[in-house]
T-cell receptor, first 107, second 110 residues
């Protein structure tokens, strides 16, 4: 079993849709959690950290459920520019990356 | 913008050649990492370092080697390149859970 597992995707949604990505992790001692975004043929970049109380950054909301070892990312009112691969990342001493979920937002 | 640089950006080379991919960061990070990524596929950790003179192999078996003589520099070397090494190589550094990635080196071995 992989240490970090994500929805396989791809997700193809129309502009303005709300889309949610899920991620589970296996190491209960994991300390911190993140969502990264990777555009095609580019390097990954930090999108947002995920806090136990949940956090929001504009149209993006991240949630963490430690008991279920589950992380989510919600994107509201999706834009064409949101098209990318979203990587769930778990810090268990080392940073462990999920395989990513590809999102395509269409006009 | 992150201060982490990789060179070359693209490299096309023949089988059997020795190559070194360069990675440098000016953020003073102790932790540095090398990942391999094929198009549309996940990142695979191939090497990491927690500081000067510290290097470890990652999850993915790799025929490459690394060195860490200076904090800011973490080069990756392939002694004899093969077509199976064709891939994108991404270098990262970071502290307290936030990574910064270089722009990557796209390696093609003919």
């Amino acid at each position: 079993r992989k240490e970090v597992e994500q929805d396989p995707g791809p997700f193809n949604v129309p502009e303005g849709a709300t889309v949610a990505f899920n991620c589970t992790y296996s190491n209960s001692a994991s300390q911190s959690f993140f969502w990264y975004r990777q555009d095609c043929r580019k390097e990954p970049k930090l999108l947002m950290s995920v806090y136990s109380s949940g956090n929001e950054d504009g149209r993006f909301t991240a949630q963490l459920n430690r008991a279920s070892q589950y992380i989510s990312l919600l994107i509201r009112d999706s834009k064409l520019s949101d098209s990318a691969t979203y990587l769930c990342v778990v810090n268990s001493g080392d940073m462990r990356f999920g395989a990513g979920t590809r999102l395509t937002v269409k006009p | 913008e992150a201060d982490i640089y990789q060179t070359p950006r693209y490299l096309v080379i023949g089988t059997g050649k020795k190559i070194t991919l360069e990675c440098s960061q000016t953020m003073g990070h102790d932790k540095m990492y090398w990942y391999q990524q094929d198009p549309g596929m996940e990142l695979h950790l191939i090497h990491y370092s927690y500081g000067v003179n510290s290097t470890e192999k990652g999850d993915l078996s790799s025929e490459s080697t690394v060195s860490r003589i200076r904090t800011e520099h973490f080069p990756l070397t392939l002694e004899s390149a093969r077509p199976s090494h064709t891939s994108q190589y991404l270098c990262a550094s970071g502290e307290t859970g936030t990574y910064f990635f270089g722009s990557g080196t796209q390696l093609s071995v003919l």
